[in-house]
């Protein structure tokens, strides 16, 4: 009856739909197999209201008014009781409303049975765009679509006479003159052989020693000690 127009936050989703599984399935067990469980949505001023009605054996008011008293507070009740009463079910439920803020009541219907009242509040409720107005393009949209922005592909230019590439930024060169005649800088040619090891190079033939070498040398040492060293100018030096 709500409609497929409003929604719940992504974080209240999943508990909401925990919390009406618990509920739905209390109802079931406690209902004859015969009757249905009615499920029941609809918008109320303080948000939107989920019933849950079963046609079960009438709840006596006592045990009506102790549970009711869980789903308010359920930080006062001792969890070891409700497990061995078999109402675990209901904690978990309590505890979900508790952590987002949810109101849930049991009361009696007309049929006898029991009603689980979930009150969602409207600050959790979000409205969602029908179809027809998803698909129409926004006014921002559309005056955004007829502006194409202009893409420039920048790419990275190589370092040319001039031009040094500066190490450790990418793509970024440094001016170093303007001079067209200035000459251009050293490069290393690549090898195109393999580096060797010291170890593994040939080594260079050694070549025989000549008979009579040193001897000759020394005859050149002894020759050049015996000569007379040249004699001095008397001439007056020439300022």
């Known amino acids: 009856s709500v409609g497929a127009e409003l929604g719940l936050p992504g974080h209240v989703g999943p508990d909401l739909t925990h919390l009406l599984a618990e509920l739905i399935e209390n109802a079931c067990e406690c209902s004859d197999p015969e009757t249905r469980v009615m499920v029941r949505a609809q918008r109320v001023p303080h948000g939107l209201a989920i019933e849950v009605e079963d046609r079960a054996i009438p709840m006596p008011p006592q045990t009506r008014a102790q549970m009711n008293d869980l789903l308010k507070a359920p930080d006062e009740v001792d969890v070891s009781g409700q497990v061995r009463a078999g109402q675990l079910g209901l904690l978990v439920a309590a505890k979900i409303a508790q952590s987002h803020?949810?109101?849930?009541?049991?009361?009696?219907?007309?049929?006898?049975?029991?009603t689980a009242l979930v009150?969602?509040?409207?600050?959790?409720?979000?409205?969602?765009?029908?179809?027809?107005?998803?698909?129409?393009?926004?006014?921002?949209?559309?005056?955004?679509?007829?502006?194409q922005p202009h893409q420039v592909a920048a790419a990275p230019a190589a370092p040319g006479v001039g031009q040094v590439a500066r190490p450790g930024a990418a793509g970024a060169s440094t001016s170093v003159g303007h001079s067209a005649d200035a000459p251009a800088l050293p490069t290393r040619?690549?090898?195109?052989?393999p580096f060797r090891p010291p170890q593994e190079r040939e080594q260079a033939p050694v070549s025989a020693a000549t008979p009579g070498l040193a001897a000759a040398f020394r005859s050149?040492?002894?020759?050049?000690?015996t000569a007379s060293p040249p004699p001095a100018s008397t001439e007056d030096p020439t300022p």
């Open 119 to 147: 009150v969602i509040p409207a600050r959790l409720l979000v409205a969602i765009p029908s179809v027809e107005d998803a698909g129409a393009p926004q006014p921002e949209e559309a005056r955004m679509s007829g502006q």
């Open 101 to 114: 803020g949810l109101s849930v009541l049991l009361q009696e219907n007309t049929t006898g049975g029991t």
């Open 189 to 193: 040619t690549r090898r195109s052989e």
């Open 220 to 225: 050149g040492l002894q020759a050049g000690g």
